[in-house]
């Protein structure tokens, strides 16, 4: 069962470090692929981390590892994940007349992944 | 006519003696903040930055990372090549092209970027930064509302009250809170942290909100909301306590906010692409610079996005003073037009517009949307960049250039604006953006037959 949440696509410490190392790097590859869920939404779903889940927008669909975070960190529904080309996969091409595709704050759907 | 550029051998000898030397003050380019303080420490046997002091976190893993020379000079098709032989490929593609796109440069000196718009200028192309996907909606919102502005040394030295709105410098720009606020000690906040109040608002508690006095949850989507309510109370109106409902921001709250911002001796705003990358774009950007503009009614208060390249500021900069707009210019009409949404790069690629593409110092084929990816993968594309990326993958020609700031000197754009020159540490085999970007130009030129392409509007019309 899928639940509607909310996806925040960013930076982070690890991601800009493995960038230097090059985006084809194993450790790019991994910090790009891990998304953030609140942990009361996780344990919800049944997940724990390192479960795998599928996030699916209006354009795209992802299979990724999810990590819990607390819930004052991240609040219910509210979902993180670092730059990268699976962040980017989720992203339309419309940019509503400036340039810039909603990238931020993006309406997906969770689920558990096999 | 060949571009005339020879490749040397790719290891070179290490000198016999000296096998340290240490470089000081040099510039680490990975982010906006462009800290001009780096001591580097350099081992010419085996061609590394050994120590980056005064580097932050992302600024060490800059200088200990860089190690490429292995890898080819250019590939064309996939196949290994000279860096003359590419820039022919090169310049072939874009003078064939009836509507290429130069894009990228957030990630090079001015004086490559100062290239890259001579090159679109006489193909009649389109050319973009990656301030599009970044602080572009800020660039439309600085057009229609204004910038009260300092340099990073001002705030470092008086700014009071510090409102971080959608970033997370913590993670993104680590000295931005050590070296120019937060923590840094200035002629009028003496004692630093503590003559200082710092504010964060965001949707999520970042690691950025260790250092705030004060951190402000904000509901997704509502940062709009918000900033509009701050400009109505710092005006004296009334505001509905249901604003908390909308927003998740109690009244008192943004009553405690108004009132701290209108009573500080001098506030910056220092905003995110929280703002610019969610629903509101422009407007969000726009509501917080009209907010600072509102505030110097009573006070000091300035508006300053956090740039996240190393020289995307400097793209600004070189576009704005070229073509006299920032991002997203065409010029197939002989003259420069500006308007994001139909000359900017995604919607360009997504529109499936263009026929061919330079790709400099960027990355798009792992950031763009994947329909803009799907017509990146149709066309021809060259790029230059240093490390092999997702774009480079797929190009028809990938020029291997060296890595401003570690081996080529230059001029960038600090995200204040303030223009920093470059001091290289090591030594690269490859050239420069600036050199491969000036003899694709040459080359262009000639098989142009020295004109221009199209010819100027005005050049048609009768007299």
Redesign the interface.
């Known amino acids: 069962m899928s639940e509607s949440m909310?996806l925040?696509?960013?930076?982070?410490?690890s991601q800009?470090?493995?960038?230097?190392?090059?985006?084809?790097g194993a450790e790019y590859i991994d910090v790009s692929s891990t998304l953030e869920m609140n942990v009361e939404d996780m344990a919800r779903m049944g997940l724990k981390d390192n479960d795998r889940v599928r996030v699916r927008s209006a354009?795209?669909e992802i299979v990724v590892r999810c990590k819990g975070r607390a819930a004052?960190?991240?609040?219910s529904g509210?979902l993180?994940i670092a730059?990268?080309?699976l962040s980017?996969?989720l992203?339309?091409?419309?940019?509503?007349?400036?340039?810039?595709?909603?990238?931020?704050?993006l309406d997906v759907k969770v689920e558990p992944a096999a | 006519m060949s571009a005339n550029i020879t490749n040397p051998p790719l290891k070179t000898a290490a000198p016999a003696a000296a096998r340290t030397r240490v470089v000081r003050d040099a510039t680490c380019t990975?982010?906006g903040c462009v800290c001009d303080d780096m001591h580097l420490t350099v081992d010419d046997e085996t061609h590394k930055i050994v120590k980056a002091e005064n580097a932050c976190?992302?600024g060490?893993?800059?200088f200990?990372?860089?190690g490429i020379e292995d890898r080819p000079f250019a590939l064309i098709d996939g196949r290994e090549a000279g860096t003359e032989e590419a820039i022919e490929a090169a310049a072939q593609i874009l003078a064939e092209a009836r509507f290429p796109i130069i894009y990228g440069l957030s990630d090079t000196t001015c004086e490559a970027q100062r290239e890259a718009v001579a090159i679109a200028d006489m193909i009649g192309g389109n050319i973009?930064t990656t301030t599009?996907?970044c602080h572009?909606?800020s660039g439309?919102a600085f057009q229609g509302v204004g910038e009260s502005t300092a340099t990073l040394g001002e705030i470092r030295n008086r700014a009071d009250l510090l409102v971080f709105w959608g970033g997370?410098p913590a993670?993104?720009h680590?000295r931005l809170f050590t070296r120019y606020a937060v923590t840094a000690k200035g002629m009028y906040v003496p004692n630093g942290k503590k003559d200082r109040t710092v504010v964060l608002v965001d949707?999520?508690?970042?690691?950025s909100a260790a250092v705030a006095d004060i951190f402000i949850?904000v509901k997704?989507?509502r940062d709009f909301e918000v900033l509009w309510a701050l400009r109505a109370l710092v005006k004296g109106a009334d505001v509905d306590p249901d604003i908390e409902q909308v927003t998740g921001v109690a009244l008192a709250t943004l009553q405690d906010l108004a009132a701290r911002m209108k009573a500080c001796r001098f506030g910056a705003l220092m905003f995110g692409?929280?703002l610019?990358?969610?629903?509101g774009?422009?407007f969000n950007s726009g509501a917080l610079l009209a907010l600072a503009s509102d505030l110097n009614r009573y006070t000091h208060f300035i508006a300053k996005p956090v740039r996240?390249h190393g020289n995307v500021t400097g793209a600004d900069n070189v576009m704005s003073w070229q073509t006299g707009f920032p991002?997203?210019v065409n010029l197939s009409r002989g003259y420069p037009r500006f308007n994001?949404?139909?000359f900017?790069?995604?919607?360009l690629?997504?529109r499936g517009d263009v026929d061919a593409a330079m790709i400099i110092a960027a990355?798009p084929?792992?950031?763009?949307?994947?329909?803009?990816?799907d017509h990146l993968r149709r066309i021809p594309v060259v790029v230059l960049d240093p490390?092999?990326?997702?774009t480079s993958?797929h190009a028809k020609v990938a020029i291997t250039t060296a890595t401003y700031g570690i081996s080529v000197g230059g001029t960038v754009y600090r995200m204040d604006d303030v223009p920093l020159t470059l001091r290289p540490a090591l030594p690269s085999p490859y050239p420069s953006d600036e050199t491969v970007l000036k003899a694709i130009r040459q080359r262009v030129k000639e098989l142009l037959g020295g004109g221009r392409v199209p010819a100027p509007a005005h050049a048609g019309v009768a007299a």
Request: glycine residues 14%; proline residues 8%.
């Open positions: 909310i925040i696509g960013g930076r982070s410490s800009g470090t493995s960038l230097c190392a090059g985006k084809l354009v795209g004052k960190d991240l609040p509210l993180f730059y990268g080309p980017s996969a992203m339309g091409g419309d940019t509503a007349g400036s340039g810039m595709p909603l990238s931020k704050n | 990975f982010c976190v992302l060490r893993a800059w200990k990372e860089h973009d599009s996907v572009g909606p439309m997370n993670e993104s680590p949707v999520r508690r970042t690691p949850q997704p989507r692409m929280g610019t990358m969610t629903r774009r422009h996240g991002f997203g994001p949404g139909e900017t790069t995604v919607d690629l997504a990355d084929g792992a950031n763009f949307p994947q329909s803009a990816i490390k092999l990326s997702h993958r």
